[in-house]
């Protein structure tokens, strides 16, 4: 069966005995996930009011003692997490306190893998924060070390990627920039028969056109004044490997000649050379253009390219893989945190930011969208629970919503107002008005104070209480 990955979820016990829910907080440990456990729903509270918590499991008779109180207790837990209550069908106490916003209600004896399953189903369904969809998927499986993703597109995309590794022909890659050319390149050389060997990458668009046929074919002794030693080129050194050609459009028309005839004939020549040289490679090319069109602006050799064109493997950009946003965004927040030394659980892109991410076109696809998450995790705030817009923003630069899901003025709101979702409390709210109009003020306190019209000294001591800033 496929393996849960619980990592980076947090649970948070609530009441029920020290013996009860037990096999449930081993399993969840068991599967990479984080377990706390309080003994009365206040402690509860207070705790997912310092720690992000993702699933709150409750001893629902603890909560029915509280009487009135429930509601407003599952109110404030449902705002921060998942909340589950677990009943004692047999007593029939789940009636008593039929709570809106309570995710379910489970029977305490509950088989941990199934509630395991209800949390993944639930939490993965639009957070990146672990792979429930992904393990499924033997596709998606074998190609996660590498290469992420869990939109239908993508999986479309890369269906007949292990086969295309197994076979030994040429492959072309195309795909606007970021879309992730090169690791593709990378999994088809890793999963070939070639994996033993080297994997070997040249950006054609990168060599001056009067070097690049040396770097790829190498040159003898005396081919021209400098040649000093005889030199191998890439595709030599490449043997029983991969040789990865990048930016093949790029290629100047007569080397694309040459090209063609080593593709065909499998040996080439050096620079000054006479002697054709047997190899054994593996040519995989990327293009960022439409090679099509550059065979019919003359650009490109028609014959390279049916020759270059025998197995294909196209990568929508991310603006029509949605599915694939959040999960990249959470994935790469998580590598940033790690590597700045943060422990997990991090905090999760609230509802509001995923959306505002989903709707953003990333034009740099899955480089721009790692870029920005790195830089958000690098400035947010250490007792941020949850990544919201506000935290978002300052980084979108470069990158205008989609019109269609974000209206004009909605635009300039965020772009220069402050964005505080639905379910923001009001000391949460004043946090984040305070912060951003600092921010606003290029840190200046007596203008912010100015602007939110406050006194000096209640800024100060309003910052100093909140921990944002020193006062
Ligand atoms: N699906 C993915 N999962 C994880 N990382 C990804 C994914 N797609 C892209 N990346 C990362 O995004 C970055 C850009 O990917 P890559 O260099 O393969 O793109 P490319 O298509 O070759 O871009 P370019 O055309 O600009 O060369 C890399 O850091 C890569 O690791
Ligand atoms: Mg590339």
């Not at 196209?314 to 790469?332: G, K, M, T």
């Not at 109009?437 to 290029?442: F, P, R």
């Not at 000096?456 to 006062?471: A, C, F, N, V």
Request: aromatic content about 6%; hydrophobic content about 40%; charged content about 25%.
């Amino acid at each position: 069966m496929a393996h849960p990955d619980l990592s980076g979820l947090s649970l948070l016990i609530a009441g029920g005995g020290p013996d009860a829910f037990t096999a449930v907080e081993e399993a969840f440990k068991e599967y990479g996930g984080a377990v706390f456990r309080v003994d009365v729903p206040g402690d509860a509270l207070k705790f997912v009011a310092h720690r992000a918590v993702d699933v709150v499991l409750a001893d629902a008779a603890l909560f029915a003692q509280f009487n009135r109180k429930t509601q407003e207790l599952v109110d404030s837990l449902t705002r921060k997490a998942v909340v589950y209550l677990a009943t004692d069908s047999s007593k029939g106490d789940a009636a008593e306190i039929l709570a809106p916003g309570v995710e379910d209600y489970i029977n305490k004896q509950i088989d941990p893998m199934r509630f395991i399953q209800m949390v993944e189903t639930r939490l993965i369904k639009r957070q990146g924060g672990s792979t429930a969809l992904t393990v499924t998927d033997p596709l998606i499986n074998k190609l996660r070390p590498y290469f992420l993703f869990r939109s239908p597109a993508m999986r479309a995309a890369l269906e007949n990627l292990p086969s295309v590794a197994a076979s030994n022909q040429t492959v072309l890659i195309s795909g606007e920039t970021g879309t992730g050319k090169e690791i593709v390149a990378r999994a088809i050389h890793v999963l070939s028969k070639r994996a033993g060997g080297p994997f070997m990458a040249v950006n054609c668009g990168a060599i001056p056109e009067g070097l690049i046929e040396g770097e790829l074919f190498g040159h003898e002794k005396g081919a021209f004044t400098g040649a000093a030693k005889t030199r191998k080129g890439k595709f030599e050194a490449a043997s029983n490997g991969t040789l990865f050609l990048d930016e093949i459009g790029d290629m100047p028309l007569l080397l694309q000649v040459r090209l063609l005839r080593v593709l065909e004939e499998r040996h080439i020549y050096r620079v000054g050379g006479e002697r054709p040289i047997p190899i054994n490679v593996r040519v995989i090319a990327a293009t960022r253009v439409g090679l099509k069109q550059a065979v019919a602006d003359g650009l490109f050799r028609e014959d390279l390219y049916y020759r270059l064109n025998i197995l294909r493997i196209h990568l929508p950009p991310l603006r029509q893989r949605v599915e694939d946003i959040p999960y990249l965004a959470f994935h790469f927040l998580g590598r940033a945190f790690a590597e700045m030394g943060v422990h997990p659980p991090y905090p999760p892109l609230s509802t509001a930011s995923i959306d505002l991410i989903e709707g953003l076109p990333w034009k740099g696809n899955v480089r721009e969208l790692r870029n920005v998450m790195t830089r958000v995790a690098t400035v947010l705030p250490h007792d941020t629970k949850q990544v919201l817009p506000i935290h978002l923003t300052p980084h979108l630069e470069d990158t205008e919503p989609q019109p269609h899901i974000f209206q004009t003025h909605e635009r300039e709101l965020i772009r220069d107002g402050i964005y505080i979702p639905i379910g923001t409390t009001l000391p949460e709210a004043e946090n984040i008005i305070i912060r951003e109009t600092l921010k606003h003020a290029g840190n200046n306190r007596t203008q912010t104070a100015k602007i939110l019209r406050i006194g000096i000294r209640t800024l100060r001591r309003k910052l100093s209480e909140t921990g944002q800033i020193d006062p």
